[in-house]
């Protein structure tokens, strides 16, 4: 079965100071892979996803990942985050043409400011 | 909202007690589903609809029956609550099972007394 393995599970860190979260998934084939965020108090949205092409995807507020195939990894990254980023952040892939998602179980990003 | 709300927005209910959520969707898309979060696991779907009376089950769908009679609605159903399915839910909706994003809506916290 499919599942997503997301390392952080709480990381707090200062304005300004550079994020990073692992995302490792388990699956052979072909995968869609996925970053949703979670606001306090807001729906989840779309932070960027791949499907195909360039490993390396960028998203909305500055965010990025890059899909490495031999590593089975989808890792977040943002060069310098700010006070609005804290809110929770997943990881999802999706395998099959039904677009469910399997997601990990989430990070909680507290930046201070 | 992203076109997609769900209602009520918090419930309390005790064990036994049948409880139905709906989520509502204003862009006519094919697809929705319905998700629970739950602290270290994530969002894990329940069930998903591709069409009007086309529903299927997925990950944890034990204890949960869903209802699509219109491509606007799609209904949860916990026949007979359990403490076990308190939780927060989520619906979200996609125009196709390929290569799309997923809308969820603002959620639902279920408490089961």
């Known amino acids: 079965a499919q599942s997503v393995s997301q390392h952080n599970h709480h990381v707090i860190l200062s304005e300004a100071a550079s994020l990073e979260l692992g995302c490792n998934y388990s699956?052979?084939?072909?995968?869609?892979l996925f970053w949703y965020v979670q606001y306090p108090g807001q729906h989840l949205q779309l932070l960027l996803k791949?499907?195909?092409?360039?490993?390396l995807v960028k998203g909305i507020k500055g965010f990025e990942a890059e899909f490495i195939k031999s590593k089975f990894s989808f890792n977040l990254r943002k060069p310098s985050v700010q006070w609005s980023d804290t809110a929770e952040y997943f990881c999802?892939?999706?395998?099959?043409?039904?677009?469910?998602?399997?997601f990990g179980q989430g990070t909680t990003l507290q930046v201070k400011p | 909202d992203a076109g997609i709300t769900q209602s009520p927005r918090h419930k309390v209910t005790e064990t036994g007690t049948p409880v139905t959520l709906r989520c509502h969707q204003t862009?006519?898309?094919?697809?929705m589903y319905w998700y629970r979060q739950d602290p270290g696991h994530g969002l894990r779907l329940i069930h998903y609809s591709y069409g009007v009376k086309d529903t299927d089950k997925g990950e944890v769908s034990d204890g949960y029956s869903v209802s699509r009679s219109k491509t606007e609605d799609f209904l949860l159903t916990l026949e007979s609550a359990t403490s076990s399915q308190t939780s927060v839910y989520f619906c979200?909706?996609?125009?196709?099972?390929?290569?799309?994003?997923?809308?969820f809506g603002p959620g639902t916290r279920l408490t089961v007394l």
């Open positions: 999802a892939v999706s395998s099959s043409n039904t677009g469910k998602l399997i």
């Open positions: 791949y499907f195909s092409g360039d490993p």
């Open positions: 699956y052979g084939g072909t995968v869609n």
């Open positions: 979200a909706r996609s125009p196709s099972g390929d290569y799309n994003e997923q809308f």
């Open positions: 862009e006519n898309h094919r697809y």
